[in-house]
């Protein structure tokens, strides 16, 4: 079988599932005062210290969660409650159009059902964020900005923010700024102290953890009000009995991953330009939809496990179902409940038409990848896309 | 063979799946999201594009152990089944979406993009027969006989269709889900048109078509007898509604016997003179030459009466030895030779 779909979720890493499996088989809830609940404790705050350490934030400053979903509604609705309730004049949520639905759907609540005023952030054609559109909103009207937030890393076509920048911005007009780096984190640098945002979400499966267990790394001092109430764990931020073994599998996962980050980068670069360039001789027409695969200074860079291309002509989910047939597991982007492919609300936001939109595939590639998984799908992409293509052309004809 | 299996949720298709799948053929389950917004219909009535029904139809394919997508097709269910439903009430016709959709959507977009795709044959759980010789005939269980919603599918379309469970009655169904261990087997059955959730078709139409006020007109005397607020409301043939406060002056019950949508008049009278005795029907599948004695079905599930018909161009002409009653046009003629579809059409026009 040919994973290329990393992005969704990753393969445990053997650190992760070895220190996962030896804490399951442990009894003792980090909150009891006995032995067993010192030993537990005590791990849950070696978890949190190794995590703090390689994102530069303080151990108090991870919260940990039971995903990524859930830290984005946390920041989110967080932020927003406890700073509209300090000033009921704070009402505007800035967010780039190209979220994550975890942001998005929050926020969209927020301005459905909390008297939120929602502004999406324009992006380029390479799924960028600008500093300056940035700047721009927040002018309009410094002091009604709740928060603001914008993804590290995008989940679909991988263009890289200027986190760093962007943050600079909000904290000019003293606002506090929230990164979703769940993609980002355990590829390329993320880091939370000094200038940088003031909250950061981030999550196990993604880099080789389990799923279920997250955390929201978020400055001591910025108010927030708690989504869950209860035993008060987690800083009063979020209650709730502490998942030992999923945040102790966590930290191996992302220790591991770190480790080996500077190699894998260029590895995984290397393969993904490979791949990319190898199906582009197969299938000329196919095109490359997010930032350059080699950036130049000055150009957005990108994820180096991401490749997100279009097929014109064909719908992303026929190339899906076809590559799938043949082994090849990638995706479409992002699926709705049904399990429905719409064309991609990232694409969308690029520029790109619906049709473009619907005809894209996402290949992410991770730490169990090698040459011959590219082998693979350049060896049956041309197949595919011209079948794809043959039921493509029909719909276009019908209409539908 | 590399077949593709519409999975609705329903129990009907999961067997017709399992069934393919145990014939030795390559299955692919298909759910077709027909709804644009699914997550809207989490409540709505047993159709055939809820949430719950995509979640029945994972399920099953997991069981088989078959591999299972879901395919968007409502833009195409919108324009080619929903909005032609509107659009032929608003004409005054009274047409079947099921069979619209079986036209239009099963047996043409999806079969179109399953063989593009490389597929051989799709899979339905229709209760009908297929010959291996292309011939179609009605399910061994006459109460679920769905035959007449596939009669007027074209030979081609036939080809490539594979209708499984045409010799097992619905109960035989119901026991062999148990015994494979799918869940939708006791699921209910369903009966409403699937895109109207809580099955007031009237109420839907006049969501979408607006107030379009008229009088009901006696069709003896010319009276006006009252007014309505719209002609899509009603069916010809119709009898209750017709919120008259008078009876006839002979005492008899009246019912609709013509809509007229230009004038929004509805036309009432006695039961007899909604007798048919003559069809014209177009779109007609209809491979046979001449004049063919065979039996005549309007529509679903109602009961044949003995008729020839006749090609006339595109059209086909039907004339009923016995009359048909409260036929309208829009719905779907289909014609038997016992057991056998011969071919069949859309009414167009009626003659007394």
Redesign the interface.
């Known amino acids: 079988m040919t994973y290329l779909d990393h992005a969704a979720t990753t393969p445990m890493r053997p650190e992760a599932l070895a220190a996962y499996t030896a804490v399951l088989a442990d009894t003792g809830n980090a909150s009891s005062l006995h032995a067993s609940g010192r030993r537990a404790r005590r791990i849950v705050e070696e978890s949190r210290e190794a995590l703090a350490e390689m994102l530069r934030a303080r151990p108090s400053d991870v919260v940990f969660t039971g995903g990524g979903t859930e830290s984005d509604n946390l920041a989110l609705k967080g932020l927003y409650w406890s700073r509209r309730g300090a000033d009921p004049a704070r009402r505007r949520v800035l967010v780039s159009a190209v979220e994550h639905r975890a942001v998005l759907d929050t926020v969209r609540w927020l301005g459905d059902a909390q008297g939120a005023e929602v502004e999406l952030l324009d992006v380029d054609a390479t799924g960028l964020v600008h500093p300056e559109t940035l700047a721009a909103a927040i002018a309009r009207d410094p002091q009604s900005v709740a928060v603001v937030s914008v993804m590290w890393a995008n989940s679909e076509v991988g263009t890289i923010q200027p986190v760093a920048e962007l943050a600079a911005v909000a904290h000019r007009h003293g606002l506090p700024f929230h990164t979703d780096a769940v993609q980002a984190f355990g590829q390329i640098p993320v880091e939370v102290g000094g200038d940088g945002p003031d909250a950061a979400t981030i999550s196990a499966h993604k880099v080789g953890g389990p799923v279920g267990v997250g955390a929201l790394v978020v400055r001591r001092g910025l108010a927030l009000e708690p989504l869950t109430h209860g035993g008060g764990q987690e800083r009063d931020i979020r209650s709730g009995t502490l998942n030992t073994a999923g945040v102790a599998a966590f930290a191996a996962a992302a220790t591991a991953a770190r480790a080996q980050a500077p190699a894998e980068r260029a590895r995984l670069s290397a393969l993904r330009d490979d791949l990319v360039d190898r199906i582009r001789e197969r299938v000329p027409g196919a095109v490359l939809n997010g930032p350059p695969l080699a950036a130049r200074p000055g150009e957005p860079g990108r994820l180096p496990g991401n490749a997100h291309l279009s097929f014109p002509g064909c719908e992303g989910?026929?190339l899906?179902?076809?590559l799938?047939?043949r082994g090849i597991e990638c995706s479409t982007g992002s699926a709705?409940?049904?399990?429905?492919?719409?064309p991609s609300h990232v694409l969308l936001a690029m520029g790109a038409g619906e049709e473009h939109a619907r005809a894209s595939l996402r290949f992410s590639l991770g730490h169990t990848s090698r040459a011959a998984d590219v082998d693979a799908v350049v060896a049956a992409i041309g197949p595919v896309v011209e079948?794809?293509s043959?039921?493509g052309?029909?719909?276009a004809v019908?209409?539908? | 063979m590399r077949v593709l299996a519409a999975m609705s949720g329903g129990v009907d298709s999961a067997v017709a799946a399992a069934r393919a799948v145990d014939a030795g053929h390559d299955v692919?389950g298909v759910?077709l999201?027909l709804s644009r917004a699914?997550?809207s219909d989490r409540t709505g009535a047993r159709g055939c594009c809820t949430?719950e029904d995509?979640r029945d139809a994972?399920r099953a394919a997991d069981v088989l152990g078959i591999?299972f997508?879901?395919?968007?097709?409502?833009?195409?269910f919108e324009?080619?089944v929903i909005e032609d439903f509107v659009q032929s009430y608003a004409a005054g016709r009274t047409p079947n979406p099921c069979v619209r959709c079986n036209e239009r959507i099963k047996f043409?977009?999806v079969l179109?993009?399953a063989l593009?795709?490389?597929f051989d044959a799709v899979v339905t759980g229709h209760h009908a027969r297929l010959d291996p010789d292309g011939t179609l005939r009605r399910s061994v269980d006459p109460d679920k006989d769905q035959s007449y919603v596939l009669g007027t599918l074209r030979p081609a379309q036939l080809a490539a269709a594979r209708f499984p469970l045409g010799d097992s009655t619905k109960t035989q169904v119901r026991r062999e889900a148990a015994e494979r261990g799918l869940a939708v087997a006791d699921k209910p059955d369903s009966h409403d048109i699937c895109f109207i959730a809580d099955g007031d078709t009237g109420g839907w139409l006049r969501d979408r078509l607006g107030s379009r006020p008229g009088p009901i007109v006696d069709a003896g005397t010319g009276e006006t007898l009252g007014e309505h607020d719209g002609a899509f409301a009603f069916t010809v043939g119709q009898r209750r509604g017709l919120g008259l406060g008078r009876p006839a002056p002979d005492g008899r019950p009246r019912y609709v016997l013509d809509i007229s949508p230009v004038t929004s008049t509805v036309t009432v009278g006695p039961a007899e003179a909604l007798d048919v005795h003559r069809l014209v029907a177009d779109r007609a599948a209809w491979p046979h030459e001449g004049v063919l004695a065979c039996q005549a079905q309007v529509r679903a599930h109602g009961d044949v009466v003995p008729a020839e018909a006749a090609a006339r161009g595109d059209e086909l002409v039907v004339t009923l030895a016995a009359p048909v009653r409260g036929t309208a046009p829009g719905q779907a003629v289909v014609l038997y030779d016992g057991d056998r579809v011969l071919g069949g059409g859309h009414i167009r026009a009626i003659g007394g």
């Open positions: 989910d026929s899906l179902m076809l799938d047939a709705c409940s049904a399990g429905v492919a719409r079948r794809a043959r039921a052309a029909l719909t019908t209409g539908g | 692919t759910h999201a699914p997550e949430l995509a994972r591999p997508y879901v395919w968007d097709l409502a833009e195409r324009t080619d043409a977009a179109d993009r593009a795709l490389g």
